[in-house]
């Protein structure tokens, strides 16, 4: 069964606008899928179109030109072009401005893995002439669509220790899957990072990422992880920076602003998909037994708002000196939703780390405590506070930033 990209409408409609479309995300999360979704769409309307893989060789070897010739191939009897790892082309920032200053009829999607390598090569403004469009792994409701008869706790369940990279749909053995992920994490180490770190800290840095994917949702500081792993801090903090520049992990700040009790420099880090993180924490056992349950739910809640991001939404977390914590602060339009995340729960109460915010952030919009069990809403200080299962999470995320 083919599963429909929540995307793919709106990039779809992009095809009629004259910027330069971007696609961009990690490996192995459907850009290449999308690039040839968009080329049939196309295609049925009877535009013309070519397709370039800047990692096969052939392809690479085809623009092995000057810029005015590699115009030409770009522009004259074709309508829309799709370049797939477009960071290899050089001078493609160049390129792409001359095209869409030149006015002439051609649209271009071109998709990129590596946002360092993508900075490095767009050496010229683009700014006004590009579309950016974020590709994140599958969100459960995408990943639904592929097992629909099965109980929604247990597409719940398998999407938390599989994760929700698509080729991973259609490999049903665990076996394979696992094989898969491990083939993966091997890949980004020999493509993505072995080319921006020294030979000698590889090692270092395949102990900073486990110690990353083992302390997922916990707070973290360069200085700490330093003194793990045996690094400066300087290069702790490359070495991060290098991960949430191939997407690879996702940096979650604290929120404050009026309390001088609350913690203002903190930050969590997560992965982009639960089954990489499991792989390299060599873990796939089962979610009921498992002592990080908690926060493999707690992660599931924060990817499914991550993929539903808007340009007018951020996600922080709060926590005051004294230990309140409220797992995700999701600003909208800078004012405040709470979002807290509990594996099971005997009541519909109110957590109290939500009442003392709630109290001095009267502006905040309402909350919602995601568990295994409960639901239902309460109400404090005129606000609503919903309680749902973790398998509508993606859902209600989706709704709660349309909003």
């Known amino acids: 069964m ?85 960071h290899y082309l050089k001078n493609a920032s160049k390129i792409f401005k001359a095209i869409f200053d030149s006015r002439k009829k051609v649209k271009i999607f071109a998709s990129g893995s590596s946002s360092i390598e993508i900075h490095k090569h767009l050496k010229e403004s683009l700014a006004g002439r590009r579309l950016v469009t974020r590709i994140t792994p599958l969100s459960l409701d995408e990943f639904n669509q592929r097992t629909p008869k099965s109980s929604a706790v247990d597409r719940c369940d398998e999407y938390l220790t599989y994760g929700g990279l698509p080729g991973l749909l259609h490999v049903p053995e665990r076996p394979a899957k696992i094989r898969l992920l491990d083939e993966l994490l091997a890949t980004y180490i020999q493509k993505d990072v072995k080319s921006l770190i020294k030979e ?90 498992r002592n990080d349950r908690g926060v493999l739910h707690e992660s599931f809640v924060f990817l499914q708002l991550s993929y539903a991001l808007k340009p007018n939404t951020e ?49 905040t919009l309402g909350a919602i405590v995601f568990s295994e069990n409960m639901l239902g809403e309460e109400r404090f200080m005129g606000k609503i506070v919903r309680f749902e299962p973790l398998t509508a999470a993606s859902k209600s995320i989706q709704t709660l930033m349309a909003a």
């Open 2 to 86: 083919k599963i429909t990209r929540r995307c793919f409408e709106g990039l779809v409609r992009e095809i009629e606008r004259p910027e330069i479309s971007i696609l961009l995300g990690p490996r192995q999360v459907g850009k290449t899928f999308l690039l040839r979704e968009l080329q049939a769409r196309a295609r049925k309307t009877g535009l013309r179109t070519r397709y370039y893989n800047l990692e096969i060789p052939a392809d690479l070897r085809t623009f092995n030109k000057t810029d005015a010739e590699v115009f030409r191939l770009l522009t004259e009897k074709v309508d829309v072009v799709f370049i797939d790892e477009f």
């Open 200 to 289: 000698e800290n590889i090692r270092a840095f395949n102990n900073l990422i486990y110690l990353l994917a083992e302390n997922q949702g916990s707070l973290v500081s360069e200085n700490g992880l330093s003194r793990e792993i045996g690094l400066t801090a300087a290069t702790v903090n490359k070495h991060l920076s290098i991960l949430e520049n191939t997407y690879v992990c996702h940096p979650v700040y604290s929120y404050s602003r009026s309390l001088g009790n609350e913690l203002k420099k903190s930050k969590k880090i997560y992965f982009y998909d639960l089954g990489i993180r499991n792989a390299l924490l060599k873990d796939f056992g089962s979610l009921r037994h």
């Open 315 to 363: 996600i922080k977390f709060w926590r005051n000196k004294v230990g309140q914590e409220i797992d995700f602060v999701v600003l909208k339009d800078r004012k405040p939703f709470l979002i807290e995340v509990k594996t099971r729960l005997c009541d519909r109460e109110i957590p109290p780390a939500m009442k003392t915010f709630l109290a001095h952030y009267p502006e």
